[in-house]
Nanobody, 123 residues
Framework: QVQLVESGGRLVQAGGSLRLSCLAS????????MGWFRQAPGKEREFVAV????????YYADSVKGRFTIFRDNAKNMVYLQMDSLKPDDAAVYYC????????????????WGQGTQVTVSS
């Protein structure tokens, strides 16, 4: 089992920045690729970003590429999502997830999920 707890979500103005954090506990953190997903009201959950077990490889959704950065600290069992140039469309509940599969970009390929953290972007 892996337990994931997200934090850092809050209200931010459009154009602003926010850093989300996810703390993992349980099994060896570095055995898992880590991803961020988001879900806005009335919309399906969507992939945001994923980082490899080592932290060397990352992939992003086109909608956030160039604005968001995912990174991890395996020594601290943490994964982060740095969000810059935020837009109202970025408002959603953001979820951290862990996958045994390398660089998974589909929700069903993830094995563990956090409870989510709310990001609100005012225009």
């Amino acid at each position: 089992q892996v337990q994931l707890v997200e934090s850092g979500g809050r209200l931010v103005q459009a154009g602003g920045s926010l850093r989300l954090s996810c703390l993992a506990s349980g099994r060896t953190f570095s055995n898992y690729a880590m991803g961020w997903f988001r879900q806005a009201p009335g919309k399906e959950r969507e992939f945001v970003a994923v980082i490899s077990r080592s932290g060397i490889i990352t992939y992003y959704a086109d909608s956030v590429k160039g604005r968001f950065t995912i990174f991890r600290d395996n020594a601290k069992n943490m994964v982060y999502l740095q969000m810059d140039s935020l837009k109202p469309d970025d408002a959603a509940v953001y979820y951290c997830a862990a996958a045994r599969s390398a660089l998974a970009r589909i929700g069903k390929d993830y094995d563990y999920w956090g409870q989510g953290t709310q990001v609100t972007v005012s225009s």
